[in-house]
């Protein structure tokens, strides 16, 4: 599984480094990125919920 975040959703609110910062962080744009790569199994749970926090919808997941 795999995160994307759109950058032109994105309103760099900080939700989801804040539930999973393994897995996403602010750039010097104030906007979240995702790490390249696959997400780590242990670590899946916790990028939903990153993706389930952002007010805007901006987080995928994909298989």
């Known amino acids: 599984?795999?995160?994307y975040v759109n950058d032109d959703t994105c309103i760099?609110?900080?939700a989801c480094p804040e539930v999973c910062?393994?897995?996403f962080h602010m750039t010097d744009e104030d906007i979240a990125h995702a790490i390249d790569g696959?997400?780590?199994s242990d670590l899946v749970s916790?990028?939903?919920d990153a993706?389930?926090?952002c007010?805007?919808?901006a987080i995928n997941l994909d298989e």
């Open 1 to 3: 599984m795999k995160a």
């Open 12 to 14: 760099g609110c900080g």
């Open 21 to 23: 910062p393994e897995i």
């Open 38 to 40: 696959e997400i780590p």
């Open 46 to 48: 916790r990028a939903e």
């Open 51 to 53: 993706r389930d926090s």
């Open 55 to 57: 007010p805007v919808d």
